[in-house]
C-alpha cells in the first residue's frame, strides 16, 4: 500500500536523489501528473511559443491546428517517457544508462544540463520582469534576484512542494488565461486578424515543430515526477493523465499565444509581460496576472531546476559510483545550479536573450535521437524488462559505453542537420523546401528504425520481470529488475 502523508510530510524535504524509491515511500495517484504537467504548461513562455508560428508567417487558422498536431505527436513521446516512472523507480536519465551504458549517458546529459540553464535563465527574466511590474521595482535585477530564491526554496524542498505548486498553477493557470482569453476577444477583433492568409506548407510546418519540440524537451525529465507513485499504477493510467495535463496546458496557452500575436504581431514579443499586463486592464487586474505569469514560470523553473540538479548528479555520479548523496550536497547542487542560471539572466542583454532561445532552439536535436533509443529499447527491445541495479554498477549488465546506441545517436543528430531551419543554420535541404523545418521528424524515424534494426538480433533483456524487496529506508540498491 502506498505510504500517507500528514500535511508536515508533505513540506518537508525530499531526501531522495537518483536511487531508486522504496515500495514503502511510494504514494500519489496518475491525477498527479495532470496537474503538475497542466500548470507546468500553462505559462508565458508557451504563449510565446505559439506566438512565434505566427510573427514566423503562419495565419493563426492554420497555426492553431498546426501546433496541436505537434502538440499531441511530441506529447506521445514524452507520455511514453513518463509511463516508465512507476514501473522503474529512478529517475528518467538513470534509466537511459541501460540503452547508452553508465558512463555512455553522459553525452546526451551535458547538453540537456545547458538546455536546462537556457530555459530556466529566460524564464527568470521574464519571471523577474513581472514581479517588478508586481511590486513596482524599478530594477528588473531585483526581480530576477527575488525569483531565483523562490525557485531554489521549492526545488529544495523537492519532490512534494513542486507538485503542490503544480496544482495551484493549475488553478491560477485556468482563471488567468481563460480570463485573457476572453479580454482578447473582447478587446480586439480577433475575427478581422484570422484566415487571412492561405494554407502554406513550410510555415504549417514550423508550428507542428514548435509544438512537438516543447513536448520534447521534457522527456528527459518527465519521469522524474511519476517515480514516486506506487509500482503497480496502471502504465497506461499515467501515460494518459501525463499526456492530457501536458498537451491540453500547452496548447491552451499556445493558442493564447498565436491569436495574441495575430492581433497583435511583433509588439507582442517585444514586450511579452506588459503586454498581457495592459491585456488584462484595470491595475488590480493587471497585478492578478502579474501572479499568474510569477506561478506558472515558477512551477516550470523548478522543474528545470530540480531537473538540471538530478543531470548533474547522474553525471557526476557515473564515474565516482554514488546512488546517494548527503542533504547538505543535495541542496548545494540545487542552489548552484539555480545561481549560475540567475547569472546569465542578469547578464543578459536582450539580443543575447534571443540569441541563447535560438541554441537552444537548436540543441533540441539532441532530445529526438536520445528519446527514439530510450524508447525502441524499453518498449520493442527489453520489453519493458530493466536491470535497475546495473544501472548503477559501470561493470554490470549494462556497461560503461554501449558503442551501437552511441553511433545511432550520432548519426540522429547528424541527419538532422540538412533538415534544421534555425537562425543560426539553415540546412540545404530545408531551403529546398521552402524553409520547412522537418528535422525532428527525420531525427526520430532514422534513429529508431537504425537502432531497432541493430540491437534487436543481439540484445539480451534479463529474462524475467522480477521485484526483488527494496528495503524501507532505500538501502538496498535494488529496484524492479522489470
Not at 157 to 178: C, D, M, N, Q, W
Not at 197 to 213: I, M, N, S, W
Not at 398 to 404: A, D, E, F, H, P
Amino acid at each position: 500500500m502506498p505510504v500517507q502523508h500528514t500535511p508536515g510530510e508533505r513540506l518537508s524535504m525530499e531526501t531522495r536523489t537518483i536511487e531508486v524509491i522504496p515500495d514503502a515511500e511510494r504514494h500519489g495517484t496518475p491525477r498527479s501528473q495532470f496537474t503538475l504537467w497542466f500548470g507546468a504548461n500553462m505559462q508565458i513562455t508557451a504563449i510565446v511559443d505559439g506566438a512565434l508560428s505566427v510573427v514566423f508567417g503562419a495565419d493563426a487558422l492554420w497555426a492553431i491546428p498546426a501546433l496541436l498536431i505537434g502538440n499531441l505527436l511530441g506529447g506521445i513521446v514524452m507520455a511514453l517517457h513518463s509511463a516508465q516512472g512507476p514501473r522503474l523507480g529512478v529517475p528518467q536519465m538513470i534509466s537511459s544508462r541501460a540503452q547508452f551504458g553508465v558512463h555512455g549517458a553522459v553525452l546526451p546529459l551535458l547538453l540537456v544540463i545547458l538546455m536546462y540553464l537556457g530555459f530556466a535563465a529566460t524564464g527568470s527574466v521574464l519571471a523577474g520582469q513581472a514581479l517588478s511590474e508586481m511590486l513596482h521595482i524599478d530594477n528588473t535585477d531585483a526581480g530576477i534576484l527575488i525569483f531565483g530564491a523562490l525557485t531554489a526554496v521549492v526545488a529544495v524542498t523537492g519532490y512534494r512542494l513542486i507538485h503542490i505548486a503544480g496544482r495551484i498553477a493549475t488553478v491560477v493557470g485556468v482563471l488567468g488565461l481563460g480570463y485573457l482569453l476572453v479580454r482578447l476577444f473582447t478587446q480586439y477583433d480577433v475575427g478581422a486578424h484570422v484566415g487571412n492568409k492561405g494554407f502554406e506548407t513550410a510555415t504549417f510546418l514550423l508550428a507542428v515543430g514548435l509544438g512537438a519540440g516543447w513536448q520534447l524537451t521534457f522527456g528527459p525529465y518527465v519521469a522524474d515526477y511519476s517515480r514516486y507513485l506506487p509500482r503497480d499504477t496502471s502504465m497506461r493510467a499515467t501515460f494518459w493523465s501525463t499526456f492530457a495535463g501536458s498537451v491540453i496546458g500547452s496548447q491552451w496557452a499556445m493558442t493564447l499565444g498565436a491569436l495574441t500575436a495575430a492581433v497583435a504581431g511583433k509588439t507582442f514579443l517585444s514586450d511579452q509581460v506588459g503586454f498581457l499586463g495592459d491585456l488584462a486592464g484595470p491595475a488590480v487586474l493587471a497585478v492578478l496576472i502579474y501572479l499568474v505569469i510569477v506561478v506558472g514560470k515558477l512551477t516550470v523553473n523548478c522543474l528545470n531546476a530540480y531537473g538540471g540538479f538530478m543531470s548533474m548528479l547522474t553525471t557526476v555520479t557515473a564515474f565516482d559510483g554514488r546512488s546517494r548523496i548527503s542533504a547538505a550536497a543535495r541542496a548545494a547542487y540545487i542552489v548552484g545550479f539555480t545561481a549560475v542560471s540567475m547569472v546569465i539572466a542578469l547578464a543578459a542583454s536582450d539580443d543575447f536573450l534571443n540569441n541563447f532561445k535560438n541554441f537552444v532552439l537548436l540543441i533540441l536535436m539532441v532530445f529526438t535521437p536520445w528519446s527514439a533509443i530510450n524508447l525502441v529499447d524499453y518498449y520493442l527491445i527489453s520489453r519493458e524488462r530493466v536491470d535497475i541495479p546495473a544501472l548503477y554498477d559501470p561493470d554490470g549488465r549494462y556497461g560503461r559505453w554501449n558503442v551501437t546506441a552511441l553511433t545511432c545517436y550520432v548519426v540522429g543528430v547528424a541527419v538532422q542537420i540538412p533538415f534544421l531551419a534555425t537562425k543560426l543554420y539553415t540546412g540545404a535541404i530545408t531551403k529546398r523546401l521552402d524553409g520547412a523545418d522537418i528535422s525532428w521528424i527525420v531525427g526520430l524515424v532514422v534513429t529508431a528504425a537504425l537502432y531497432w534494426l541493430w540491437v534487436r538480433r543481439t540484445a539480451n533483456p534479463p529474462a524475467e520481470t522480477v521485484h526483488p524487496a527494496v528495503t524501507e529506508a532505500g538501502d538496498d540498491a535494488t529496484a524492479p529488475v522489470g
